[in-house]
């Protein structure tokens, strides 16, 4: 089911009257609204390798500059309606439907963020991620040609957005926009990554989850000691060894090792205080869930992994 609807009569309410392909798109409402979300949008670059100018062109056609009915009364500036899994509260609108839903965010950078989401989860998107952050034009019509959007004129509306308000400058040189030392996007809300210098850069919060009170993402949690072995803790914590080793996804030849994390309880479906994780070298699907104290299958299922396979870089949901 497609998650995203763009609403292209918005653009008509950033025109006026004439043609939108004959009007220009520098105008206040179009300049105030970069203004706002730019730096939100080169963090969403840093993270996701979306352009910035992409990014802030299709938050400007598809909110109308954050003047949409939509954007004002559910900071949903991308037209994201609910799917089966979401039960936050809901903007319902006339669209394919009568009263269809749509998301509402407390903040817009949640409408942000799932827009990097669904262009970074979604396999006939990968194409696009070949493609120099650079390109523009090739991002502009890559989108329409993966199926973005049904809108013929979609790549020409979005390179002149791109074009007259200088939108490729964030992504040519981001940090000339950003302040001598500032590292974090203001107002940052809802589970939003801050942004950060790309050499400083995290796709997680600052510090990995630590096991607190026994208990790591509200899983009661152990860590492996010299001389525990599956029978030791079993007696210890009064549980089968089979369910210790179903709770820890560990096969039967699995060696416990110091160090180690050993859940006593089913782990959690997902992490909302880790929403995003990047894979980095050595990192193993088992070791990303058994670190943030997540369920493979969920993740697996979240993020359309057909396998346990992971390739460096990769951006993993792990909150949705």
């Known amino acids: 089911m497609r998650t995203f609807r763009y609403v292209f009569l918005v653009v008509a309410a950033l025109m006026g009257a004439q043609s939108v392909f004959a009007q ?6 179009t300049i105030a609204y970069i203004d706002q979300y730019y ?3 080169i963090r969403e670059m840093y993270m996701y390798k979306i352009p910035a100018s992409i990014t802030l062109a299709q938050g400007i056609l ?3 500059s954050g003047r949409s009915d939509l954007s004002t009364e559910a900071n949903n ?4 309606k609910c799917t089966s899994d979401y039960h936050g509260k809901q903007f319902l609108k006339d669209d394919d439907k009568k009263a269809d839903c749509f998301r509402v965010y407390e903040h817009a950078e949640g409408s942000y963020r799932d827009h990097s989401l669904f262009l970074t989860t ?5 194409p696009l991620f070949e493609l120099k952050i650079t390109d523009y034009k090739g991002w502009a019509n890559g989108l329409k040609q993966c199926g973005y959007a049904t809108n013929p004129k979609y790549p020409s509306l979005l390179i002149a957005v791109i074009e007259q308000n200088k939108l490729y400058e964030y992504d040519q040189n981001p940090e000339k926009y950003l302040k001598k030392g500032e590292d974090v996007v203001p107002t940052l809300h809802d589970n939003v990554i801050p942004f950060q210098r790309p050499e400083k850069e995290q796709t997680i919060a600052s510090s990995e989850p630590k096991i607190v009170n026994g208990k790591l993402n509200g899983t009661p949690c152990v860590v492996i000691k010299s001389g525990d072995t599956f029978y030791s803790l079993s007696r210890r914590h009064d549980l089968s060894i089979e369910k210790l080793r179903f709770y820890n996804n560990f096969t039967e030849d699995h060696v416990l090792k ?5 859940f006593l309880e089913r782990k959690q479906r997902k992490n909302p205080d880790y929403p995003t994780y990047t894979v980095k070298k050595g990192d193993t699907l088992h070791s990303i869930c058994q670190r943030y104290g997540v369920r493979m299958r969920g993740v697996k299922r979240r993020n359309n992994l057909e396998s346990d396979d992971l390739t460096v870089g990769q951006v993993l949901m792990l909150n949705w």
Do not use: P, Q, T
Request: no cysteine; net charge positive; charged share 25%.
């Open 24 to 29: 220009s798109y520098r105008s206040a409402e």
């Open 39 to 41: 730096k939100i949008a």
């Open 62 to 64: 598809e909110s109308g």
């Open 77 to 80: 500036h991308f037209g994201i």
């Open 122 to 126: 979604r396999k006939h998107y990968a």
């Open 258 to 262: 110091v160090g180690e994390y050993l």
